[in-house]
């Protein structure tokens, strides 16, 4: 019994060094075709920076120990250490005593039952958890534990991946890697760079023009080819063309009064881009053309072979190589992005003191610069779509020839199962087809003026406020993102901006007519008695009130609007300073609250590690212990946290701009649907554009909380969560005092 027992652990044992041995294989064949993995080494090493500000927080409070645990054996020489060796040795002694107590009792056992250890005893587990549990314990490393070292290097690895990952995304961004890949949802953009959709696009044409050429070679026609110009490609007999399109000069700069730039971002280098893609696409197109044309021909000659005697094909359709397309296509994306971003490593989309202040603190600090990132993406967004690829495929070009579409070439292509489209973006045209409440000969003429000033909304009637509304967050939002994408966070800013100038432009042109009209009054007034001065004011106001009179119904209108003057502008300049202020600040107030969070649960996991150590010294039960559960995840979440905290970040500040863009793209649907041909004045404008605000703000707020739900969530599938409830505390009582403040405000700009 005991021999078969031995033989199963023998066999697991070999499996598991079997299975070591081929994760290590594969692991090195796979760094070896994609890239060199980081090393333990170069892992420890990044999270050992002098600068990095997490490691400098750390140093400070923990000294020699939070430098190098391993390295501070001996007594403890500072504050925090000694206090650590006191309740780390009141639990050794505890732990100790807790030892000896299960000793005593497993000799009990031994001698009651006759079996070592007795029957509830695992003379296996038993000795691996003391053993583990009291060296564990021993506060040998200045004041501080065995597992408190290892909680410690586990926590220095965690801030090594960190600064991998924001170092990486930093270095890539600075090589002109957009954080969302042109062309993304933009409208109107053609295909940029070379994809998978323009492969399958490519290889269709070559196969209509195979397939074409061995019709005419059946009738005695002459064969053609695909011809470029350089400017574009065209596949004979209407299958298809792609045409290199450049939509002038119009990329992203560094001068812009109207809309927010972020002097991180070197805008002229940016730029350049755009005239390298217009240069590189005429030679990277032939290329992947020529790439293309050798496995549309394998496809077509096994599509027609055919049996010698019968003529009848002999093979079945063969399918389409999307593998070997695909393989081609990223070569030639790789071959095109390289040569767009040049040679030379001293260019950089980053200037070159914000690219080292970036990199200084570390990952501790990557949520200072969301707006370099969110800027550098838009100008890289803009400069790599000036020239585009515009795509008419083969079953397009085949349904404009009409008549002169063959049988065959339309079943070669059906068989082929390519369903391509142009990959040019269009829009419906809006128009104003409704009619109104009104007579028919008034709504009529009403949708011509419509028409005539844009007016139509995506439902086809006609609404000049609904125009008003989208003309304004277009005016807000759009390009925010880089062509023609929207940023919610550099929309806000923008919004914010003009309100907060306007207001001011206000308060400025009142008290300039205050200060010219006062003087004014006080010398007429002083060149005349008390009963003339008395007398002149009585007729003045006199006067007034027959101008009222006089205006009727739209003087009292603009005497209310007056009054009312002030309580708008007070509102205004509290939502712009919110837009202005509080809301691109959402990205780094989100993070910093999940590094105070971060922090609180390193010292956590640091104090609890004795406690963890202690739970090892449970004596009954198979492994280490289901006590012992709780400190292995927190392991988990000491090495993982701040490295999911950089991808939630990232995270979300790619879905920002994609979400927000469908949202923008949404909201002209969502508003024509509501409204409908309801007619509610003036206010519906302003009620409209701020619920398109509230769903920025929220969209914002969301996204920007994967900062601490994604290690949340990433973490909770190895066990039980572990929260970072100061976080989210911290967030909402952030949030609860700007609306304090928003609230506060609005009071005071109210009339007295």
Known sequence: MERSIWRKHALFLLAIAMSLVLVAWSARTWAQSVGDMPTYGQIQDAGSGADDKARNILNNMLGQFGQNPFAAVGPPTELLGSMFFIFNACLFVIGATWVGYHVLSGIAQTAHEGEVLGKRLSTLWLPIRMTMGVGGMLPVFGGFSLAQSIMMTVGILGIGIANLLSTTAIDRAAEFEALVPPPAIAQGVGTVGFTGELGRDLFAMHVCTLLNNDYRSRTGQATQEITFDGTRLVAPDSCGGITIVTRGNSTRSASSVLGFRNAAVDYDKIAAISDRTNQQYPAALNSVNASIQPLAQAWFDAY???DAQTHMRINP???????????TMVEAQNRFMAAIRGDSKEDSSLKDRALANMKEGGW?????????FAEMNAAIQTAM????LQVQSPEDMLAIAGGQRIESVADGLKSLGIKA???????????????????NFISDATNKVGESVGAGTATGNCSVGQSIVMAITNGVAGNSGGNGMVNPLIAAKNLGDWLLVGVQGAYVAVAAIRGTVAPLAAAAEGGLTGSESGGLASKAAAAGGKLLKMGGIFGTIASDLAGFAPVLLGALMVIGMMLSFYVPFIPFITWFTGLVSYFASFIEGLIAAQVWAFSHLHAEGEGLGQRTEKGYLYVLNMLLRPGLMVLGFFFASAASVLVGTLLFQMFGPALANVQGNSTTGVLSIVGFFCIYLMLTIMLVQVLFNLIYELPDRVIAWFGNGMEARMAKELDHKVEGTVQTFARWGGHASMPK
């Open 304 to 306: 027609v072979a055919e």
């Open 317 to 327: 359709v063969p399918p389409y190589p999307d593998m070997d397309v695909a393989k």
């Open 364 to 372: 501790a600090t990557i949520g200072s610069w969301y707006s370099a």
């Open 385 to 388: 779509t000036q020239t585009t």
């Open 421 to 439: 489209s142009t990959a040019v973006a269009s829009r419906a045209g809006d128009f104003c087809d409704e009619p109104g409440i009104l007579p």
